[in-house]
């Protein structure tokens, strides 16, 4: 699909990934297969509560905050930002100086101030699961704490 947004095209990667169909993503997540559809194929713009079910229902949560990543990619298009001006990536090398650019866009930008807050209080529900879940269920080892880096 030429317009598929970032959020739709790491949904169908992901799908793709876990050998699995897009009936099953909506079944695992309580959304209806007609709205995820309406979301991939027409770009649709998903609220908060079908981000988080979004994430919530994926098997690893790496795979969540890739959905994040990628619905605060289609945020920046939307606002009219190139995303050369945003470096939004799992692996920056550099974050603080992502987070010093977000912060500062931010100051002038409500919108993009609304779509971080939203996505911090999807960080926070995405973190509040993972605390639920035994280690020994996300991969960590005996040496310490699950890393989402590694």
């Known amino acids: 699909m030429p317009n598929q947004t970032h959020l739709a095209h790491t949904l169908l990667a992901l799908r793709d990934r876990h050998s699995t169909t897009l009936s099953a993503i909506a079944a695992s997540s309580g959304l209806d297969q007609g709205a995820l559809s309406k979301l991939i194929g027409h770009g649709r713009r998903p609220d908060v509560a079908t981000l988080r079910a979004l994430c919530a229902a994926q098997p690893d949560a790496r795979d969540g905050l890739a959905l ?83």
């Not at 605060?72 to 945003?86: C, I, K, M, Y």
């Not at 911090?120 to 991969?139: D, E, M, N, T, Y």
């Open 68 to 150: 994040l990543l990628a619905h605060l990619r289609d945020e920046v298009d939307r606002a009219g930002r190139s995303q050369t001006e945003v470096r939004i990536s799992g692996e920056t090398t550099e974050p603080a100086s992502d987070i010093r650019l977000l912060e500062e866009q931010a100051r002038h930008d409500e919108e993009l101030r609304a779509i971080l807050h939203d996505l911090a209080q999807l960080v926070r529900a995405v973190r509040r699961k993972l605390s639920a879940i035994p280690p020994q269920f996300l991969g960590a080892d005996e040496a310490g704490p699950y890393d989402p880096q590694k």
